[in-house]
T-cell receptor, first 109, second 117 residues
Framework: GQNIDQPTEMTATEGAIVQINCTYQ??????LFWYQQHAGEAPTFLSYNVLDGLEEKGRFSSFLSRSKGYSYLLLKELQMKDSASYLCAVRPSWGKLQFGAGTQVVVTP | DAGITQSPRHKVTETGTPVTLRCHQT?????MYWYRQDPGHGLRLIHYSYGVKDTDKGEVSDGYSVSRSKTEDFLLTLESATSSQTSVYFC????????????????FGPGTRLTVL
């Protein structure tokens, strides 16, 4: 079956760095996505990895290791507005996404 | 972001009644999806469409049907709503591009909060 695991919750202080890990076991792999979702809102796209390595986009970076079935999302210089749920999603076959349950990040002053 | 709207945004209904949720997009995306989101489960795919009149089941399709008669509209119907279908429903769209370098990102609508009493 398909399995995507990420921690339920993480807490960090404003200005700090937080790393959200995601491990996956899927029947196929055609890319991994990270989405941000604020409470009561729609998920919004953050990053995409299909090849091994690090993708950097401003304060956010995402890393992928296909051989290990592992990704992480790194949030630097945390701001209060970064308090949200972060969703890891794998595309096992073209056109479909399989989501993890999400990691709630709480940023404290 | 894709122009995606959902209607209604909130609905309260009773067990056994039929319910239809509408998703409308203005981006001419080929793929459209319906997900439900419940605490502890994340987003789960109900049904998706890869073109007009072309649909397929997702992982939690029992009790749901869909229709797509136009590129821009994708309807989700609960034939006889049950309390277990109380959830937040999200529509998403994607290009389905298979060209090299295309990410085929899915973009989400604002969601519909459905309560079945």
């Amino acid at each position: 079956g398909q399995n995507i695991d990420q921690p339920t919750e993480m807490t960090a202080t404003e200005g700090a760095i937080v790393q959200i890990n995601c491990t996956y076991q899927t029947s196929g792999f055609n890319g991994l996505f990270w989405y941000q979702q604020h409470a009561g809102e729609a998920p919004t796209f953050l990053s995409y990895n299909v090849l091994d390595g690090l993708e950097e986009k401003g304060r956010f970076s995402s890393f992928l290791s296909r051989s290990k079935g592992y990704s992480y999302l790194l949030l630097k210089e945390l701001q209060m507005k970064d308090s949200a749920s972060y969703l890891c999603a794998v595309r096992p076959s073209w056109g479909k996404l399989q989501f993890g349950a999400g990691t709630q990040v709480v940023v404290t002053p | 972001d894709a122009g995606i709207t959902q209607s209604p945004r909130h609905k309260v209904t009773e067990t056994g009644t039929p319910v239809t949720l509408r998703c409308h997009q203005t981006e001419n995306h080929r793929y459209m999806y319906w997900y439900r989101q419940d605490p502890g489960h994340g987003l789960r795919l109900i049904h998706y469409s890869y073109g007009v009149k072309d649909t397929d089941k997702g992982e939690v399709s029992d009790g749901y049907s869909v229709s797509r008669s136009k590129t821009e509209d994708f309807l989700l119907t609960l034939e006889s709503a049950t309390s277990s279908q109380t959830s937040v429903y999200f529509c998403a769209t994607g290009t389905g591009q298979v060209l090299a370098g295309a990410t085929d990102t899915q973009y989400f609508g604002p969601g519909t909060r459905l309560t079945v009493l």
